[in-house]
T-cell receptor, first 115, second 115 residues
């Protein structure tokens, strides 16, 4: 079945460092890909998404490009801030499904940014 | 602010008892809500799709008699863990989507500890 694999955390960086969180997926068909973020004590929030190959999702300085050839959707940010400390989830939904709420998640990666 | 709210955020219950978790959409109607569970250091796994006015659709391997889902109104879905056991201790999170759009909102999640 479909699955998502993320790099294990925690990832600890200093402020202004470059961030990469790897995400690869296995899916039949052509899924949509998402990154969600969960700040402490809050629900998951959509960070960015891409619905087809070569699309780049971006938001708040974060970017991820849908790479069909490598089945990847790595999250990047050029300069992280302390406020970016959170848990990041990569997810996919089956583009062929009419149920857009049914997501398959990676295990989450905790990011800690130190001043 | 939050558009999907869960309650309670934390709950501790004794083995053999039942516990109810509520998921509310605060400013929109949701005909469909989704319940996920996350064990430590693992992915969020979809448990069931909650359909307003009809029976929930459970994912393979999820016991419908143990995890009772009721979606009696367009703004409220409840998950009741019946005869809870320590292995049911987990993080439960719900999501809901606006009928008119394709954005999914997540609740804050509920930590259940069964002792």
């Amino acid at each position: 079945g479909d699955s998502v694999t993320q790099m294990e955390g925690p990832v600890t960086l200093s402020e202004e460092a470059f961030l990469t969180i790897n995400c690869t997926y296995t899916a039949t068909g052509y899924p949509s890909l998402f990154w969600y973020v969960q700040y402490p004590g809050e629900g998951l929030q959509l960070l960015l998404k891409a619905t087809k190959a070569d699309d780049k999702g971006s938001n708040k300085g974060f970017e991820a490009t849908y790479r069909k050839e490598t089945t990847s959707f790595h999250l990047e940010k050029g300069s992280v801030q302390v406020s970016d400390s959170a848990v990041y989830f990569c997810a996919l939904s089956d583009a062929g499904s009419s149920n857009t709420g049914k997501l398959i998640f990676g295990q989450g990666t905790t990011l800690q940014v130190k001043p | 602010g939050a558009v999907v709210s869960q309650h309670p955020s934390w709950v501790i219950c004794k083995s053999g008892t039942s516990v109810k978790i509520e998921c509310r959409s605060l400013d929109f109607q949701a005909t469909t809500m989704f319940w996920y569970r996350q064990f430590p250091k693992q992915s969020l796994m979809l448990m069931a799709t909650s359909n307003e006015g009809s029976k929930a659709t459970y994912e393979q391997g999820v016991e419908k008699d143990k995890f009772l889902i009721n979606h009696a109104s367009l703004t409220l879905s409840t998950l009741t863990v019946t005869s809870a056991h320590p292995e049911d201790s987990s993080f439960y999170i719900c999501s809901a989507g606006r009928v008119s759009g394709n954005t999914i909102y997540f609740g804050e999640g509920s930590w259940l500890t069964v002792v």
